[in-house]
Nanobody
Framework: QVQLEESGGGLVQAGGSLYLSCTTS????????IGWFRQAPGKAREFVAA???????AYGDFVKDRFTISRDNVQNTVYLQMNTLKPEDTAIYYC???????????????????WGQGTQVTVSS
């Protein structure tokens, strides 16, 4: 079993930055593809970014070079650096672990096996 914990959310003004972290207890994160998703009130969960075991990233179309995903397998942590935040980025951000290969399905939340509780990101205008 993998227990994921997100941190780093908060309230920030438009144009600001936040640095989210995803850590785990138990098995090492290096064994998994790790994804970040977000869900705003009344909306479906949306793919933000993912990183494979070697560190290669993938991003949702809306990111447009504003976000960077990275991982530190020694620290057992995956990070999401978010810059130039917009009010529409307001959502709960979740990290998730996939016990499977890097494949096109990594953009779908159903392809992940473990989820954290989420961290709230609020961007004021």
């Amino acid at each position: 079993q993998v227990q994921l914990e997100e941190s780093g959310g908060g309230l920030v003004q438009a144009g600001g930055s936040l640095y989210l972290s995803c850590t785990t207890s138990g098995r090492t994160l290096g064994s998994y593809v790790i994804g970040w998703f977000r869900q705003a009130p009344g909306k479906a969960r949306e793919f933000v970014a993912a990183i494979d075991k070697r560190g290669d990233p993938a991003y949702g179309d809306f990111v447009k070079d504003r976000f960077t995903i990275s991982r530190d397998n020694v620290q057992n942590t995956v990070y999401l650096q978010m810059n130039t935040l917009k009010p529409e980025d307001t959502a709960i951000y979740y990290c998730a672990a996939r016990d499977g290969p890097w494949a096109p399905v990594i953009v779908r939340d159903v392809s992940y096996d473990y989820w954290g509780q989420g961290t709230q990101v609020t961007v004021s205008s």
